[in-house]
């Protein structure tokens, strides 16, 4: 019983990580679900999102805090990452 438990719950967090693995593989668009859950991430750390756009393997923030015009990367975990541009992930 505690494998097949084990098992539900593998199987739906490898769901939920699936959006953002796909979405940072191809270039361009960014998936709603993972657009919706980094915007709250950054609205929490008082940025206003303005754009994503997925590229170079990363998922490309373009925010605005303090006035300021910023671009923040992400990796698939939606973790942030030091990235310059046209660098590979």
């Given amino acids: 019983m505690m494998i097949r438990k084990f098992a539900v719950v ?6 939920l990580a699936a959006p953002a693995i796909t979405m940072a593989e191809t270039e361009g668009a960014v998936d709603a679900a993972v657009q919706e859950k980094l915007t709250a991430q950054l609205v929490a750390e008082g940025y206003d999102v303005r754009q994503f756009k997925a590229e170079d393997g990363l998922i490309e923030a373009y925010v605005v805090k303090d006035g ?22």
């Fill in 10 to 15: 593998a199987l739906f967090l490898g769901t």
């Fill in 68 to 89: 300021k015009m910023e671009e923040l990367w992400f990796d698939a975990n939606l973790s942030r990452v030091e990235h310059e541009e046209g660098e590979e992930g």
